[in-house]
């Protein structure tokens, strides 16, 4: 070889296998599994994992931002955003976390028929739902109340809100912890972290695989641990979908042997009465898993098996007490495949409650 190609064709060797080690410990760098938890909305706790290279915690920045949430929209923060909206019958905007809540809500009011109301405190408060955990409710006070629920009666543009009923209460309490799931998951997402589980209460948000190459299983709650010491219902594996879960089966009270759930119909104004036991709703965000998790609760079997029929880009697992006196899962077809585990028997294509 003409010595004159041999010093050129050694540096570019050089320099090729100085990329390839460079490459190489790039992309072979370890990874860690970095874990947060805490507590928010007062006594909620939260736990976050995720899978990074860097190593870097970023628990403080986390709790700042959930620190502003509760600024904004806790109920039980005397001078948030959302108190004070309570307290006035108009409110400018002063985050930027307002405007995203009222618009899911508006959503998912409408889809459900306004099963869906984050209008309903006054009625929860009456039946012992809220701080006075008294029931004071009765028929005249119920349809009294009824005058200022109603989702509707809310407008807001971009830069505020304003109700049409002076007097009307706001409470997000059926949304908040989806929403937060779903900032904190956006807050990773920004600092480039691809795989990674956020829990707040029992709503979830997971993204991109585990620690070990796979997609986050999470459990659903068992709620008939009267009749079963099984804790977990079912298993679901779970990537770039979040998924919320409400039930009856918790809160809940007894007056002359009658048991009145916290689920309060909008419409009604009362404690809803039918056979569903828990919901588990799966969504592209957890805000919207959890408002429409509530609205199953308050519409029953029936009417969220047909809102599921008729919203195909939402799945949900089902679990309601049978005309047998069994215990019944109904599980949507586009989650069917993510489900590992059931611990009741799948209903047949009738539903009856």
């Known amino acids: 070889m003409d010595p004159f190609v041999r010093k050129r064709v050694v540096p570019l060797l050089f320099v090729i296998a100085l990329f390839i080690v460079v490459f190489v410990r790039r992309n072979s760098s370890p990874t860690q599994v970095m874990m947060l938890q805490g507590t928010t909305m007062g006594p909620i706790p939260y736990h976050v994992k995720y899978i990074s290279t860097n190593g870097v915690s970023y628990q403080n920045q986390v709790d700042s931002l959930l620190q502003a949430f509760n600024q904004s929209l806790s109920t039980y923060v005397p001078d948030s955003e959302i108190s004070r909206f309570n307290k006035a019958d108009s409110l400018a905007f002063e985050s930027s976390l307002m405007l995203p809540v009222l618009e899911t809500s508006k959503l998912v009011y409408e889809m459900t028929g306004g099963a869906f109301d984050p209008t309903v405190g006054p009625l929860v408060n009456a039946w012992g739902f809220g701080p006075n955990k008294q029931p004071s409710a009765d028929t005249a006070k119920v349809d009294s109340l009824l005058n200022f629920v109603g989702f509707d009666m809310i407008r807001f543009t971009s830069a505020y809100a304003v109700k049409e009923v002076s007097g009307?209460?706001?409470?997000?309490?059926?949304?908040?912890?989806?929403?937060?799931?779903?900032?904190?998951?956006?807050?990773?997402?920004?600092?480039?972290?691809?795989?990674?589980?956020?829990?707040?209460?029992?709503?979830?948000?997971?993204?991109?695989?585990?620690?070990?190459?796979?997609?986050?299983?999470?459990?659903?709650?068992?709620?008939?641990?009267?009749?079963?010491?099984?804790?977990?219902?079912?298993?679901?594996?779970?990537?770039?979908?979040?998924?919320?879960?409400?039930?009856?089966?918790?809160?809940?009270?007894?007056?002359?042997?009658?048991?009145?759930?916290?689920?309060?119909?909008?419409?009604?104004?009362?404690?809803?009465?039918?056979?569903?036991?828990?919901?588990?709703?799966?969504?592209?965000?957890?805000?919207?898993?959890?408002?429409?998790?509530?609205?199953?609760?308050?519409?029953?079997?029936?009417?969220a098996v047909t809102l599921f029929e008729a919203h195909k880009e939402l799945d949900a697992i089902l679990i309601y007490s049978g005309a047998d006196g069994d215990i019944h899962t109904i599980v949507t077809s586009g989650i069917k495949a993510n489900v590992h585990y059931l611990l009741f028997p799948e209903a047949s294509n009738s539903v009856s409650q």
């Open 168 to 303: 009307m209460y706001l409470d997000f309490s059926a949304v908040a912890k989806g929403y937060a799931v779903d900032l904190v998951g956006d807050f990773l997402a920004s600092k480039s972290v691809s795989d990674y589980m956020v829990e707040i209460g029992g709503e979830v948000t997971c993204h991109g695989k585990n620690e070990n190459g796979e997609a986050w299983l999470i459990g659903v709650d068992n709620p008939k641990l009267d009749i079963t010491n099984e804790n977990i219902a079912a298993t679901v594996s779970l990537d770039n979908r979040a998924m919320a879960t409400s039930g009856n089966y918790r809160n809940f009270y007894e007056v002359n042997g009658k048991k009145y759930a916290h689920t309060i119909d909008p419409v009604s104004g009362r404690p809803v009465q039918h056979s569903l036991l828990s919901a588990s709703v799966f969504a592209n965000n957890c805000m919207t898993a959890d408002a429409l998790a509530t609205a199953c609760m308050v519409m029953g079997v029936e009417k």
